[in-house]
């Protein structure tokens, strides 16, 4: 698979804003996801893209740059719900039909 | 209601007893995978496939197994468990290979297995 990187945890707070970055390999890259985790429970799907841009979905956008390798996921207005391991996923063509998360960022909504 | 189905939910078992954690899926969905989710190493590709009769291999292969002769199921069999495959284990699916409209992969509850 490929390296997504992404950071281990981060801290917010009610009400706040806050952006969680991704990173990945540029070669046959084909489209970027990111899922929400909460603990002891499956990932569900929050985003994806495959061009250039913001994509806005209620309190949560989702911005990619291929040329960079860079992907960001924004949470606004932020609630104590949101606590949860965020996880980005790319897709890469060179990797077959594998999709390749990473680790997950750790977020932790304080009040 | 569209799911993914998984079982067993949690399985202690004994290191070299084969077992089968199945995965079934009521929503006609071309696409299904294996991960592991480790502490620390996060989702890890085990297995997927396009279609019935299509599989291959994703990032942690070795010790599993897979079949897709249905398009619902796609068990995951560990022939000879041993105690470093003892994860959570989540099945996924997806309507059709990652297009724009169908990206979303629906996952299973996990199962939680642990190999002595």
């Known amino acids: 698979g490929q390296n997504i990187d992404q950071p281990t945890e981060m801290t917010a707070t009610e009400g706040a804003i806050v952006q969680i970055n991704c990173t990945y390999q540029?070669?046959?890259?084909?489209?970027l996801f990111w899922y929400q985790q909460h603990a002891g429970e499956a990932p569900t799907f929050l985003s994806y893209?495959?061009?250039?841009g913001l994509e806005e979905k209620g309190r949560f956008s989702s911005f990619l740059s291929r040329s960079k390798g860079y992907s960001y996921l924004l949470l606004k207005e932020l609630q104590m719900k949101d606590s949860a391991s965020y996880l980005c996923?790319?897709?890469?063509?060179?990797?077959?039909?594998?999709?390749?998360f990473g680790k997950g960022t750790s977020l932790l909504v304080t009040p | 209601e569209a799911q993914v189905t998984q079982n067993p939910r949690y399985l202690i078992t004994v290191t070299g007893k084969k077992l089968t954690v199945t995965c079934s899926q009521n929503?006609?969905?071309?696409?299904m995978s294996w991960y592991r989710q480790d502490p620390g190493l996060g989702l890890r590709q085990i297995y997927y496939?396009?279609?019935?009769?299509?599989?291959d291999k994703g990032d942690v292969p070795e010790g599993y197994k897979v079949s897709r002769k249905e398009k619902r199921n796609f068990p995951l069999i560990l022939e000879s468990p041993s105690p470093n495959q003892t994860s959570l284990y989540f099945c996924?699916?997806?309507?059709?290979?990652?297009?724009?409209?169908?990206?979303?992969?629906?996952f299973g509850e996990g199962s939680r297995l642990t190999v002595l």
């Open positions: 996924a699916s997806s309507l059709s290979w990652f297009s724009r409209d169908t990206g979303e992969l629906f």
């Open positions: 540029t070669s046959g890259f084909n489209g």
């Open positions: 893209n495959v061009l250039d």
């Open positions: 996923a790319a897709f890469n063509r060179n990797s077959g039909y594998a999709l390749n």
């Open positions: 929503m006609n969905h071309e696409y």
């Open positions: 496939s396009m279609n019935v009769e299509v599989t």
